[in-house]
């Protein structure tokens, strides 16, 4: 059985009359398993491959390789299929037509799946909705349904054959069934509309800049799934009568606003999706806004607490003590400010590219400027090293940055799909 604990950090103190408390909750798990093997139920893992005419040889040959990694990777027994995606959806294996459109992984069928991805090729257009509708299909076939829900989607180029109304409405379909990993292989695909399907799919989107990665990237997806073994928590907060969420927050690994995603427990409890956990600890800035009070007085702000189905496994107190001591209330947590940071981070790094790509140099020169003063203060080595391939450096303590003249858009692109992953203020 998975363990999970929680830590609060924060400073309680508000001055007199204030109203805003913030907290980051850091929440571990431990104890996890693997996927399918903890008694909550089957898993499922989808492999979708771009097959459009656009990936060429290279990046074909390449895809194949990795599809079959990856079902390397697939734990015997759980269930899994294989889509070829271009302008239409196919289910490449297993071949059929009605009924359970998904099998149960073993010798057998990890070679049958193998031979089918070998006939792949490199034709057609793209329209990713139509991917994702048909691998809700497919996990929906099986009788009984899946505790856990996997998908690792491979694109190569821009949605050019279904409109962005049709792609939407494929996400809203498909949003709260399964999760997607999202990798694009080389530079001609748009990170802002897979970053749309991974963030709407509690995934993670990245760039393949080299197609001879390929292989390594999907062993490594499909053995971070198969660690997964809590199918799926909730993160639940309750505040006071009268309060207000002003935002729920992941932090680390990565910046993810879930505010918008919460559905009533109870008239005073929201429950935001997380996903499946594996071993792992995640962050969570949450923010509530309180009636006033006068000094003296102490109020419970919010409880978080991380649920499983009806259990709850850990909670977290945020509380708040109105005080008349200014250095008290003046303080600013470090764990506050450092995800704070970190959030504003990811923020104008991709303001500051979507400003040069339209050529408003001014604009991205300030977003891009103020990213590397962020990434210098918080540490964060790998948002540092990625921003110089964008600007020069100047003055990283202030900011002051120059655009380089050329910069090769791989490097661009890696920039934007690093931009919410953060650094951790804790060893």
Known sequence: MAEFTSAVYQNEFL??????????????????????????????????VDTSGSMGVANMNAAKQAAMIA????????????????????????????????????SRTRAEARRAISFFRAE??????????????LFASIPGGLAQKHVILLTDGE?????????????????????VDARGVGVDWKVAEIRKIAQAMLGTVDIIGDPGQMSTVFAELMRN???????????RVWIPQGAQVMFIRQVSPTVEDLTHRGTPVNQLTMSYPTGAWADEERDYHVAVRLAAKSVGQEQL????????????????????????????????????????GQAELAQVIQEGLAAKAV??????????????????????????????KVVDIADARTGTVKLKKAVDKVDEMALDTASTKTTRIRG
Not at 225 to 235: D, F, T, W
């Open 15 to 48: 001055p007199d009359g204030g109203t805003d408390v913030n907290a980051i909750v850091t929440i571990t798990c431990s104890g996890a398993g693997s996927a399918g093997r903890t008694g909550s139920g089957d898993a499922g893992e989808i492999v979708v």
């Open 71 to 106: 079902l390397d990777n697939i734990l015997d027994g759980t269930y899994f299929a294989v889509v070829a995606g271009n302008h239409k959806a196919y289910l490449a294996y297993p071949m059929v037509q009605t009924g359970a459109g998904m099998v149960r992984m073993d």
């Open 124 to 137: 057609g257009g793209t329209a990713m909705g139509t991917w994702l509708n048909l691998c809700k299909a």
């Open 159 to 179: 949605n050019h054959n279904e409109t962005a109304a049709q792609l939407d409405n494929a996400i809203a379909n498909c949003a709260g069934d399964f999760q």
């Open 225 to 235: 799934s198969m660690a997964r073994g809590v199918a799926n928590a909730e993160l």
């Open 301 to 340: 702000a919010a409880r978080v607490q991380l649920a499983v189905g009806t259990d709850l496994l850990t909670q977290g107190l945020v509380k708040a003590k109105w005080s008349s001591d200014t250095n008290l209330t003046a303080q600013i947590n470090p764990e506050v400010a450092h995800y704070t």
């Open 359 to 388: 050529g408003d140099e001014a604009t991205a020169t300030t977003k891009l400027g103020r990213a590397v003063q962020l990434a210098t203060e918080s540490g964060n080595a790998e948002a540092t090293s990625k921003l110089r």
